[in-house]
């Protein structure tokens, strides 16, 4: 019922990249992410709280001697080839992660040759674990290495930002590629997205489990709804703004403000701002319970922030809620609550160890009998962040 970490893929990627390209490649490991608290803001300027964890990208890359690209998705069974000259979207989304890093690549002055790619993971699509940032922070990374350019980690994470908001046109926040990029073993990290500056803080309690729980729904409102949130909240800025000129994001907003400025004006886009302004503040004090090491105060933010984001950011869904109640009594679960964009993807749970097996089991049973659907579930651990793979 639950997954085990792939630890044969940069056999297969090996493998597969000698049968194809007939050369030896260079195996970067980049991987997924859960974020226990703090969601939604990190485009907001706030503080997030992920880690990198046990699903990742394997990329196999070596140079070429001609000017072209050629990627292999080993998962997909598919292939793509353009070359240098030609960086424009390629109609089918998976190469243009690796193209939009490229071009990002470039941007900061990197001169390419050809190169061949194969890759391939364990981090399933579209379930809100970053597959996607994984990719990106994995061919910045092999670059990087394969071309020497000396970038360092930040720029590789930023890239693969830049990458997915201009060449992919997911207008999304720093949170994934930097947690993929940075990630720890047994480590979350604290990450102002205002400053950039992080803090590791410790995540290794033998007792508990970070377990997630996969609707396997991805509602196509997602990415749209995504990024109608981020224009409500900067026009929640721009209204407070022409009384407070220095509140430059919702990280510098109180609720003081969005009482006098924002509620009067459109309530809906109070509501918005509300849940930020409130889930910013949560994290923080998130972080104290954990200093404390008070995993049930912890966890009782996280319920805070699941009906957060239900009611106020509405960006949650029928079966998150479900497998949201369907825990919120357990006494073994500490914290539950939907994680990463919504409309479907993953719930993070915090789970006392010995009661995870029947807690699946009780999960199973009834998201099936509510939804109709299969529940995926994943024992995520924390895992450290993008290397090179060692042959
Ligand atoms: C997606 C985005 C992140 C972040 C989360 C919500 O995962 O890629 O940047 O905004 O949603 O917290």
């Known amino acids: 019922m639950t997954d085990q970490t792939a630890t044969d893929y940069p056999e297969k990627i090996r493998k597969h990249f000698?049968?194809?390209y007939q050369q030896t490649p260079l195996i970067v490991r980049s991987p997924g992410r859960v974020n226990l608290i703090g969601e939604h803001t990190d485009y907001n300027?706030?503080?997030v709280l992920p880690a990198a964890i046990n699903k990742a990208i394997y990329l196999g890359i070596q140079k070429r001697e001609d000017n072209e690209m050629h990627f292999v998705s080993f998962d997909m069974d598919d292939f793509y080839q353009t070359d240098l000259q030609n960086i424009t979207r390629s109609g089918k989304l998976w190469p243009d992660y690796i193209l939009g890093v490229v071009e990002q690549f470039r941007k900061a002055g990197a001169e390419f040759t050809g190169f061949n790619i194969v890759f391939g993971g364990d981090i399933p699509f579209g379930a809100g674990l970053?597959?996607?940032?994984?990719l990106e922070c994995a061919s910045g990374f092999a670059f990087n290495?394969?071309?020497t350019f000396r970038f360092d980690r930040r720029q590789i994470a930023l890239m693969g930002q830049a990458a997915e908001n201009q060449f992919v046109g997911v207008n999304c926040g720093i949170m994934d590629q930097f947690a993929?990029?940075?990630?720890k073993k047994q480590n979350l990290i604290r990450l102002d997205c205002r400053s950039l500056e992080y803090e590791y803080i410790p995540f290794n309690d033998n007792d508990i489990e970070i377990v997630l729980f996969d609707t396997q729904v991805k509602h196509s409102l997602a990415s749209s709804a995504y990024n109608d949130r981020r224009a409500q909240c900067e026009k929640g800025v721009s209204l407070i703004k022409q009384q407070h000129p220095e509140v430059q994001?919702?990280?510098?907003?109180?609720e003081e403000m969005l009482l006098k400025h924002v509620k009067p004006a459109d309530e809906e886009t109070y509501r918005r701002c509300h849940y930020v302004v409130s889930e910013i503040q949560r994290l923080l004090d998130g972080c104290e319970d954990l200093k404390k090491d008070d995993l049930r105060a912890f966890g009782k933010r996280m319920f805070e922030t699941h009906a957060g984001l239900r009611d106020l950011y509405e960006v949650s869904c029928p079966e998150l809620d479900h497998l949201v109640n369907l825990v919120k009594d357990q006494p073994a679960v500490l914290g539950a609550r939907m994680m990463g964009g919504g409309f479907g993807g993953c719930?993070?749970?915090l789970v006392e160890k010995e009661s995870v097996h029947a807690l699946i089991q009780d999960v199973t049973s009834g998201y099936k009998a509510l939804s109709g659907?299969?529940?995926q579930v994943y024992v995520a651990n924390i895992q450290d962040g993008t290397s090179r793979v060692e042959s």
Do not use: P
């Open 18 to 20: 000698s049968t194809v």
């Open 45 to 47: 300027m706030g503080f």
């Open 130 to 134: 970053s597959s996607s940032a994984a």
């Open 145 to 147: 290495e394969l071309f």
């Open 180 to 183: 993929s990029v940075f990630g």
């Open 249 to 254: 994001s919702l990280r510098d907003a109180t």
């Open 347 to 349: 719930t993070i749970n």
């Open 373 to 375: 659907k299969d529940v």
